[in-house]
C-alpha cells in the first residue's frame, strides 16, 4: 500500500507526548471483536434452477454450511429468508412480497441451530428484497457496527421499496452499517441493483457465476463482514467553511467524508501547547481492475487567525484502497507554544482550524465514508529524559508455544497480545485484522509473521500480503509486503526502535516517541485469478525488548505522576485504556511550522 507524506520542511523545538491527567475520558469502542451479522438469502422460485450437483438452492445451503462451520464461536449471526411462503404466480404476488421470514435472530452464533434452520428452506416465492433488508437491519442492534450479507439469483419483483433506495435509507439512519451482496448467476440488471445496495452503505458486491464459486465466497463475504473496520467516536459534524468549523475538544470523534469534500474542524490551542490531529478512513473490500483505479488520497491542511493558511500540509496516498486499506493523516502543530506575533496568525494561543479532504478517489468508491477524528493537546517538557536511539530491536525466537488468538477489524477493538511470544490465527482474502502490543518507555518489538501454505485457490491465483506497523496515534512506523498464492508461505517482518521521547527529534524515528499501544495490522490481499484464497492461518511471533526507562518530565508534573492518573473508561475492565486514550498521550508525526517554508516530499512504499 504506497503512501506519500507531504510535510512541511524546519523542523525546530519538537514537543509531542501529552499529559494523561490532562485530558479527558474519550469515547470508547464496542469491545466485542466482530460486527452483528445478519445473512439473507433468496429462496424465490428461480433459485430452483439446476445447478451443479442439484439446485442452486442446494448450492447456496452448502456454501452457507462452509461459513457457519468455520465462523467463530464468539460471533453473532442471523437468518433471514424471503420468497418461502407462496408461488411465484402472479396470483401470490401480494403475499409473496410481505414473505420476509427472520429464522434466526441475529445473537451469539448456535451452528446447529443455524444449520438446521438453513436446511428447512424451500425455494418458490417472490423476490421482497427491499422489505427483507428493512427487517433484517431491524433485527440487528440499533447502535454499533453492524453487517448484512445479501445472496441473491435476481432483482427485487416486489418493488416499492427500491432496494437501493432501502440501503441508502438505512445507511442515513447509522453510520456503522454496511451491506455486502453476492449475485448468484445474476444478469445486468439485478448486478446494478444489487451494486447500488453495497455502495451506497460502503460495502461490496461480488460475482459468483455458479454454486462452486458461491460457496467460495460467500464464507470469505461472511467472515469479513464479521471483521469489518469498527469506526468509532462523539459525533460530530466538519463544516464547509472555516467560520462555521465545530470545536472539538480533547477526545475522539465520528464525522462522514464525502468525495472531494472540504470538512473544517476548530481547536483551541492555549498558550504553549501543541495540538496534534488525526483522520482516520477505512475503505470498503471489493475488487479493483487497475492499480490505477484503485487510489485514495487525504489531505489536511492548517488555518490559524483570520482565516489564514498557515503552510502547514499533510497528504497520504493508498493505493490498494479495495484491499480494505486503513489511511491514517495526522499532524501536530506547536504555533502556540512560540512568542505572539500579530501580523503572524499561526503563533500564539488561539482557535486553529484543521481542513480535511478526500481529494483522491477511487473509481467505484462509495458517496460517502465514516472518518474518525482525534483531537490531542499537549503542555511542554522540562525534562525529555534519554537520548533518542535509532537501533532497532533485535527479533528472538519465541520459546513458548503459540497461543490462539483473534484479531480485530479496526484500531479500537484490536487484539491485546500481553507481550512477547507466538499467537495464532486465521485471516480471510480482504481482510485487513488488528492487533495491539503495549510499549512503555525503553522497551522496542519485533515481530515475524509466517503465512501458512494452503494449497492455494489455482495454479494462476497470487495475493499480495502485508503487515503494517503503526504508532499509538496511528501513524504508520513500517510496514512489510509479499506475494503469497498459497502454494507456499510467506514470511514478513518488522521492528521499532526502543520508544523515548526524544526520538522525535530524530527524522527516522520520530514516530516512536511515546509509550503506550502499538498496533500490528496483518492482511490478505483479495487475489488475482480467482474468487478468494483458502482462509489462511498465520503466526505472529514477536519480541518485547528493553527494560522501562523514566519517561520525560511534563510542565506541571512527573510522567510517573502522570501515569499513576486513573482513566475514566465505560465499559468492562479488561478494556482499561481504549485506544483513542493513547492516542491522545502521544503523537508520532513531527511537526513543521511556518508560513511560506518549502515542502519536503517523502514516498512510502508498501506493495
Not at 61 to 79: C, D, I, M, N, Q
Not at 399 to 405: L, R
Not at 591 to 601: D, E, F, T
Amino acid at each position: 500500500m504506497p503512501r506519500l507524506s507531504t510535510l512541511t520542511a524546519a523542523l525546530t523545538a519538537v514537543t509531542l507526548t501529552v499529559l494523561p491527567a490532562l485530558l479527558p475520558a474519550v469515547a470508547q469502542a464496542d469491545p466485542a471483536r466482530y460486527a452483528p451479522t445478519m445473512l439473507i438469502l433468496d429462496a424465490s422460485g428461480s433459485m430452483e434452477r439446476p445447478d451443479q450437483g442439484g439446485t442452486m438452492m442446494d448450492s447456496a445451503k452448502r456454501a452457507v454450511r462452509t461459513f457457519v462451520a468455520s465462523a467463530p464461536a464468539e460471533s453473532s449471526v442471523g437468518l433471514t429468508t424471503y420468497g418461502t411462503g407462496t408461488s411465484n404466480s402472479e396470483a401470490d404476488k401480494a403475499a409473496g412480497c410481505r414473505d420476509v421470514q427472520v429464522l434466526r435472530q441475529p445473537t451469539t452464533l448456535d451452528k446447529p441451530a443455524l444449520t438446521t434452520a438453513v436446511d428447512g428452506i424451500h425455494a418458490r416465492g417472490w423476490t421482497p428484497m427491499g422489505t427483507a433488508l428493512r427487517q433484517a437491519a431491524d433485527a440487528l442492534p440499533d447502535s454499533g457496527p453492524r453487517s448484512i450479507v445479501l445472496v441473491s439469483d435476481g432483482d427485487d419483483t416486489c418493488s416499492p421499496p427500491d432496494p437501493c433506495e432501502v440501503a441508502k435509507e438505512l445507511k442515513h439512519q447509522g453510520l456503522d452499517l454496511i451491506v455486502h451482496s453476492i449475485g448468484f448467476a445474476v444478469d445486468d440488471k439485478a448486478r446494478a441493483q444489487l451494486t447500488c445496495m453495497a455502495q451506497a452503505t460502503g460495502g461490496t458486491y461480488s460475482d459468483a457465476a455458479d454454486g462452486a464459486a458461491l460457496e467460495r465466497i460467500l464464507p470469505r463475504v461472511s467472515t469479513a463482514a464479521l471483521r469489518d473496520y469498527q469506526a468509532t467516536g462523539t459525533p460530530i459534524t466538519g463544516t464547509g467553511s472555516i467560520g462555521t468549523a465545530p470545536v472539538a475538544k480533547p477526545g475522539q470523534y465520528l464525522d462522514t467524508l464525502g468525495q472531494r469534500e472540504k470538512r473544517y474542524y476548530a481547536v483551541d490551542v492555549p498558550e504553549g501547547a501543541t495540538a496534534y490531529f488525526t483522520g482516520i478512513v477505512s475503505f470498503p473490500r471489493g475488487r479493483s481492475t487497475s492499480t490505477t483505479e484503485d487510489m485514495n488520497a487525504l489531505d489536511l491542511r492548517l488555518f490559524g487567525r483570520e482565516s489564514v493558511e498557515c503552510g502547514i500540509r499533510e497528504r497520504e496516498l493508498e493505493t490498494r484502497s479495495s484491499d480494505g486499506a486503513t489511511l491514517t493523516i495526522a499532524k501536530a502543530f506547536d504555533g502556540a507554544a512560540k512568542p505572539l506575533f500579530e501580523s503572524d496568525k499561526c503563533t500564539g494561543a488561539g482557535r486553529y482550524t484543521f481542513e480535511l479532504t478526500w481529494d483522491l478517489v477511487s473509481q467505484g468508491s462509495s458517496d460517502r465514508l465514516p472518518v474518525e477524528i482525534l483531537v490531542g493537546i499537549e503542555p511542554g517538557v522540562t525534562d525529555p529524559g534519554p537520548a533518542a536511539s535509532t537501533t532497532k530491536t533485535a527479533f528472538a525466537e519465541p520459546t513458548s508455544p503459540a497461543q490462539p488468538v483473534s484479531g480485530s477489524g479496526s484500531f479500537t477493538t484490536a487484539a491485546t497480545l500481553p507481550g512477547g511470544g507466538s499467537y495464532t490465527d486465521t485471516v480471510q482474502s480482504g481482510e485487513y485484522v488488528f492487533y495491539r502490543v503495549r510499549l512503555e518507555w525503553g522497551q522496542g518489538l519485533a515481530y515475524r509473521v509466517r503465512f501458512a501454505e494452503t494449497g492455494g485457490a489455482n495454479r494462476i491465483a497470487a495475493s499480495n500480503v502485508t503487515t503494517t506497523l503503526y504508532s499509538p496515534l496511528g501513524t504508520e512506523i513500517g510496514s512489510d509486503t509479499n506475494a503469497y498464492t498459497g502454494r507456499s508461505g510467506a514470511e514478513l517482518r518488522l521492528a521499532s526502535v526502543p520508544v523515548r521521547y526524544a526520538n522525535r527529534d530524530s527524522y527516522d524515528v520520530r514516530a516512536q516517541s511515546v509509550a503506550g499501544w502499538y498496533y500490528l495490522a496483518v492482511k490478505v490481499g483479495i487475489p488475482t485469478g480467482a474468487d478468494a484464497l483458502p482462509p489462511t492461518p498465520v503466526q505472529l511471533d514477536v519480541t518485547v525488548a528493553g527494560a522501562a526507562e523514566p519517561g520525560p518530565t511534563y510542565i506541571g508534573a512527573s510522567a510517573q505522576q502522570a501515569a499513576e492518573q486513573p482513566v475514566a473508561v465505560s465499559g468492562p475492565a479488561t478494556i482499561a485504556r481504549p485506544w483513542a486514550w493513547y492516542v491522545l498521550i502521544g503523537a508520532g508525526v513531527a511537526l513543521v511550522a511556518g508560513i511560506g517554508i518549502a515542502i519536503l516530499v517523502v514516498g512510502r512504499r508498501r506493495g
